[in-house]
Every structure is written in structure tokens, then in C-alpha cells.
């Protein structure tokens, strides 16, 4: 039987599927590419960072920073209970500027998650009488600083750089409880203390991904937009202590015992590739496709017994602005994003695949010159009741800031 539990940590996104692998691996792209159904590969905007593809980094003519938080609110439920969570944490910070005119070469520099771990599952066995409760908890993830460079080959062609340098660290705890039937009390404890195994894993490594892009001017008003994105298969290292401790009821520690000390782990990030198209008329509407595949059957898996699929996404989107000229109207320079985004799950668990669908919406308003206030929203579902498992909805949001000026100016007078 599966419980669920509120435990867990405000600051990351709770779920019983980040307890595989190295946790719930996060969308890597701004609050305008999220309102799009995570939309980003092959769509470009002069005035927003794009972090997916950094070949369209190269439209970016002024600096930028973006800042943003992400709330997350969840419902778990089984074929026996439900229950909620919620959470909000710094999502991203994020910069850019053009060290070559013209966008021959653009830099940018990105704080943001690369995945998170935070769960607090159950299960109750019994043999006899005795009842064996046990809790597995998780809390953690890794972060990635990115370095990404967009560089302007020709008119129309560009290409781009991003390393990545991932970190962070997993704690992964399994708890065992035993417990007895009393004919008046139900379930009590059948002794005071429990025996806790604990993982502590530290990673430390880097990531590379590169793209590419090519715009068709279609007439002086419509565009046609290709991109690609290839991320290599990349080996993380890291380090694990294990430990057992003998618990109190309470929660207390008592005996320790030391199992192992900085043991070389490795998880395999998967080889991905992505393809996006766009088509769109400049400063009126964009819409877009992006497929996105990963090679997960090559990696190897974190914990024993994890079996590991190989996974498509794809993302339908768009964005609209009535008229970005207007001057009467401040909702008709606003930009309205709408799309649709379909996600699936590398792990298998309980012979089920785990597929993610989710509706995205969002807005852009304009605030002074080219800088804006940023929202995207996602109404999601994944996972299923079956086979023991869990079935999750859930609503994301994202709220942010861009701040768009001209930096570096080499003053001609004093």
C-alpha cells in the first residue's frame, strides 16, 4: 500500500517521481518559453534570453537580466487517498550582452535548476502479527551555472556554445518502522526505535550543449525560423557517504555506523537532440513546434533495478501582440502566449510508463522601453492509480522581470 506525506522542503517542487535517478529534471527555458508549451528551440525574441538553444542568443542586441520565482501547487492521489503540497523558490537569475556588434557574438550568464529531489513515500508490509513500515524521504538537486555564447556566422545563420557547470547534492533516506495490531489502538509501535539507511551524494562536473540556427525571410514582414539543439552524452562524478542510524520514535539519534566514505558514483546524463520550426510576422505573432528526444538507454542507472526508457517531447505553441505600436492601449502592446506541451518520463516504474501533458498560458507586459514583467502559467497532469502508483495534477506558475538596457557605451564626451 502507498501513502503519501506533506513532508519535504517549501523551497523545491515535491514529488513522489523525483525519488529516481537524480531527481525531477527542470525545464531549462524563461517564463516566455514555458507560456509557449516550453517552446524555445527554434523560436527567437530580441528581447528575451533564450537558455535552450544559445545559437539565438545572436538576436539579443541589449543587455539583459531576467529574474524569477516559481510557485508549485500539487495534488497527489491513489486509488485509496489524496492529498496537496505547495512550494515557491527562486527560479532563475539570468544575463546577457553582446560583445560583438550586430549580434556576431552574444554572452550570457544563468543561475537555475537542472533538477530537484523532495518526496516522502510509504509502504506497509506485514508478516504475522508485526507490520514493517517503511519511509522513503528525499530532499536535494542540482544546480547549473551556464556560460552560453551565440555567435552570428552569416546573415541568417548562427550557431552557439553552452557549458554548464553542474552541482549540488542528494540526500536519500529509508526508514524502517515496526509496528503491531493492538485491538484497541490499531497500529501501535512494537519497538522504540527504528533503523534509518541514509545516501548522501555530492556531484560536481560539466554539461555541453550546442545549437544552431537559421531564419528565412519570407517577405519584409514573415519569417520562417529552423533550430537545433545536441546536448553530448555527459558522465556527472560525484561522491557518496552511507550510514545507518538507530533512531528513537521520536526522531532522535542514537547509534551510528558509518558504511562508506566518498565512494565514486557517476549518473549519465542522456545524449539529446532537439529540433524546432517557427513561422511568424516580426512584432505581430510567432507560432512554433519543438520535438526534443533523449537517449536515456545508454545510462547507467543511479540504484539498482531502476530501468530507464528513451523519451519524446514536444511543445505547440505561440505568442500574439495586437498591436506593439499602439499608444492608446497598453493591453495591445502586451504579448499573450498560449501552447501545449507533452513530456515523457525516463523511468519505469511498476511496469508503467510515466507520461506528463500540460496546458501553458502567460503575458508579457510592457513596462519602460524594452523591459517587461513576465508571467507563465502550466495546468498539468502525469502519472496514473494503477499498479500502486501515484497520479499527480498540479498548477506552475512563473513570475519574472526583464530588464533590457544598453551597457558597455563608451562615453564621447565628458
Request: glycine fraction near 10%; charge should be neutral; charged fraction near 20%.
Amino acid at each position: 500500500m502507498m501513502l503519501i506525506s506533506l513532508a519535504g522542503f517549501s523551497q523545491a517542487l515535491n514529488s513522489p517521481y523525483s525519488n529516481n535517478g537524480i531527481g525531477e529534471i527542470a525545464f531549462q527555458g524563461l517564463p516566455q518559453n514555458f507560456a509557449m508549451g516550453e517552446l524555445g528551440i527554434g523560436t527567437y525574441s530580441p528581447i528575451h534570453i533564450n537558455l535552450e538553444n544559445p545559437a539565438l542568443l545572436t538576436y539579443n542586441n541589449l543587455s539583459s537580466f531576467e529574474v524569477g520565482l516559481q510557485g508549485d501547487f500539487r495534488k497527489f492521489s491513489t486509488s485509496s487517498t489524496s492529498m496537496n503540497e505547495s512550494s515557491l523558490a527562486l527560479r532563475y537569475l539570468a544575463m546577457s550582452f553582446p560583445l560583438i556588434s550586430g549580434g556576431k557574438w552574444v554572452s550570457s550568464f544563468a543561475l537555475l535548476p537542472l533538477s530537484t529531489v523532495n518526496y516522502h513515500t510509504s509502504s506497509l508490509d506485514a508478516i504475522d502479527n508485526i507490520v514493517a513500515q517503511t519511509d522513503y524521504y528525499g530532499q536535494g538537486g542540482l544546480t547549473q551555472l551556464v556560460w552560453g555564447n551565440g555567435f552570428r556566422l552569416t546573415k541568417n545563420l548562427r550557431i552557439g556554445i553552452k557549458a554548464a557547470y553542474v552541482f549540488g547534492s542528494i540526500e536519500n533516506q529509508t526508514k524502517v518502522t515496526l509496528l503491531q495490531e493492538d485491538p484497541d489502538f490499531g497500529l501501535i509501535y512494537a519497538s522504540n526505535f527504528a533503523i534509518a539507511h541514509f545516501e548522501d551524494d555530492n556531484y560536481a562536473d560539466f554539461d555541453f550543449t550546442a545549437g544552431a540556427s537559421y531564419k528565412y525571410v519570407i517577405n519584409e514582414n514573415k519569417f520562417l525560423h529552423l533550430g537545433a539543439l545536441y546536448r553530448i552524452s555527459s558522465e556527472i562524478d560525484g561522491s557518496r557517504d552511507t550510514r545507518y542510524e538507530r533512531q528513537s520514535i521520536s526522531g532522535a539519534t542514537g547509534q551510528i555506523q558509518e558504511l562508506s566514505n566518498d565512494e565514486k558514483i557517476s549518473f549519465d546524463l542522456p545524449m539529446t537532440y532537439g529540433f524546432g520550426v517557427s513561422f511568424g510576422k516580426f512584432a505581430n505573432y510567432t507560432v512554433g513546434v519543438d520535438v526534443r528526444k533523449q537517449k536515456w538507454d545508454s545510462s547507467t542507472p543511479a540504484e539498482p533495478g531502476e530501468v530507464y526508457r528513451n523519451t519524446t517531447s514536444m511543445s505547440l505553441g505561440g505568442e500574439f501582440i495586437p498591436n506593439y505600436e499602439s499608444v492608446s492601449s497598453y493591453l495591445a502592446r502586451t504579448t499573450y502566449r498560449l501552447g501545449f506541451s507533452y513530456k515523457q518520463s525516463p523511468y519505469i516504474l511498476n511496469d508503467k510508463r510515466i507520461n506528463d501533458f500540460g496546458i501553458n498560458f502567460g503575458a508579457s507586459f510592457p513596462v519602460r522601453g524594452f523591459s517587461s514583467l513576465e508571467t507563465g502559467f502550466k495546468y498539468g497532469v502525469r502519472g496514473t492509480k494503477k499498479n500502486d502508483l501515484i497520479r499527480e495534477s498540479y498548477f506552475q506558475f512563473v513570475l519574472g522581470a526583464t530588464i533590457n538596457d544598453r551597457w558597455f557605451i563608451k562615453r564621447r564626451y565628458d
